[in-house]
């Protein structure tokens, strides 16, 4: 079972800068597209954005591009989810998620997720 671990997240300023990581040590992520997923209290989960299992394609919620900036590193299973000029309505709970190959826009055709770790944009 592939298990998916999310770390990065914290308490930020307006403005601010994180960086998300979503990793796995039990399995290679080098077949997998990655999706970032954030949920807020009272919310339904929406998508954030999304790499291929190459690379070569990433996807972006229209709230957050030019904004965020997703990368991974095979060698390392690692997926990266820059996030700079950060809002107060980026507050979510962040989940990372994976799926086979390609991206998918909706959470229902990821197999597997991440425990989620928590952002907080508060002045």
């Known amino acids: 079972q592939l298990q998916l671990v999310e770390s990065g997240g914290g308490l930020v300023q307006p403005g601010g800068s994180l960086r998300l990581s979503c990793a796995t040590s039990n399995f290679t992520l080098d077949y997998r597209a990655i999706g970032w997923f954030r949920q807020a209290p009272g919310k339904e989960r929406e998508g954030v954005s999304c790499?291929?299992?190459?690379?070569?394609?990433?996807t972006y919620a229209d709230s957050v591009k030019g904004r965020f900036t997703i990368s991974r590193d095979n060698a390392k299973n690692t997926v990266y989810l820059q996030m700079t000029s950060l809002k107060p309505e980026d507050t979510a709970i962040y989940y990372c998620?994976?799926?086979?190959?390609?991206?998918?826009?909706?959470?229902?055709?990821?197999?597997?997720w991440g425990q989620g770790t928590q952002v907080t944009v508060s002045s």
């Open positions: 998620a994976a799926k086979g190959y390609y991206c998918s826009g909706h959470h229902s055709s990821y197999a597997y």
């Open positions: 790499i291929s299992y190459s690379g070569s394609t990433t």
